[in-house]
């Protein structure tokens, strides 16, 4: 259940003659976290003297990669307009999916 409330982040490629997506990849903020982020040591100046301090910095080009974020059932809703979309038919695509209308309409 932890893993359904985690935020998620997506990432689509699509073809670079047309909108078809080729690719799809969904990653937890957990593993976001550590594809996006990198440790920078900055000086700090305090009143006394100053120091470096290792802080946490977003790559923004990684960043600018994924969207999100998203809940789980949004990710599962963005995969299923996008696969309407290519005309694909949901049922026989995804016979065992849990959610059979994703859309919740």
């Known amino acids: 259940m932890g893993i359904l409330s985690e935020w998620q982040f997506v990432r689509v490629e699509k073809a670079a003659d047309d909108s078809t997506p080729i690719s799809f990849t969904s990653i937890g903020e957990h593993y976001w976290r ?59 695509l995804l016979p065992h999916r849990l959610l059979t209308d994703p859309s919740g309409s």
Not at 41 to 67: C, G, H, N, S, T
């Open 34 to 92: 550590q594809q996006v982020t990198k440790e920078e040591e900055l000086r700090v100046a305090f009143p006394v003297q100053d120091k470096k301090i290792i802080f946490e910095m977003m790559d923004k080009e990684q960043r600018k990669a994924y969207e999100g974020p998203f809940r789980f059932i949004n990710v599962a809703q963005r995969i299923a307009k996008l696969l309407r979309n290519c005309g694909e038919n949901l049922a026989d």
